[in-house]
């Protein structure tokens, strides 16, 4: 599904321009989740960036689909496994544009395992090429995935601070 791998380039690129615009931000997040000192993690950011973009531009062509496929199920499948185990830190995981400390929660780890599962998904698809719908597909994809995300930033009851 041509759709589902543009949408999955898309999120690929967003999370890579996001790292390039505010790495100090990611670089604190990144220490936290692998445990790197924050020199390392700093320089890391910019090796991630990379290799997201790069994952990015390989979704758009037929013949790299699977290869870019891969690397983007890998990337976020180590991304799940770095939230999994810091489930219930505290910290500002870098996850959006805006700045909230949140305890690491189930809908973070479900949707980095879920992003690679679908990454996985489009290595298994027949190579498909744009339509009429195409675009309206993948806004929609990518409107669904931000409101997810914005749902899930409401605080909990438990959560929110009582003044």
Do not use: N
């Amino acid at each position: 599904m041509f759709e589902l791998a543009i949408f999955l380039a898309m999120v690929l690129a967003i999370s890579a321009t996001h790292k390039l615009a505010r790495p100090e931000r990611i670089s604190i997040a990144m220490a936290k989740l692998s445990g790197m000192s924050p020199s390392v993690a700093s320089t890391a950011v910019y090796g991630v960036a990379a290799l997201e973009f790069l994952a990015a531009t390989a979704l758009l062509f037929a013949q790299s689909r699977a290869i870019g496929a891969i690397f983007a199920a890998l990337i976020w499948f180590a991304y799940g496994i770095a939230l999994l185990r810091k489930s219930g830190t505290s910290l500002d995981c870098g996850c959006d544009f805006s700045t909230r400390e949140k305890p690491i929660g189930a809908f973070d780890i479900v949707r980095a395992f879920g992003l690679s599962l679908l990454a996985v998904l489009v290595t298994l698809m027949p190579a498909t090429t744009a339509t009429i719908i195409t675009p309206f597909a993948i806004f929609g994809f990518l409107a669904l995935y931000l409101a997810m995300g914005e749902l899930a930033a409401i605080p909990k009851p438990q959560e929110r601070r009582v003044s």
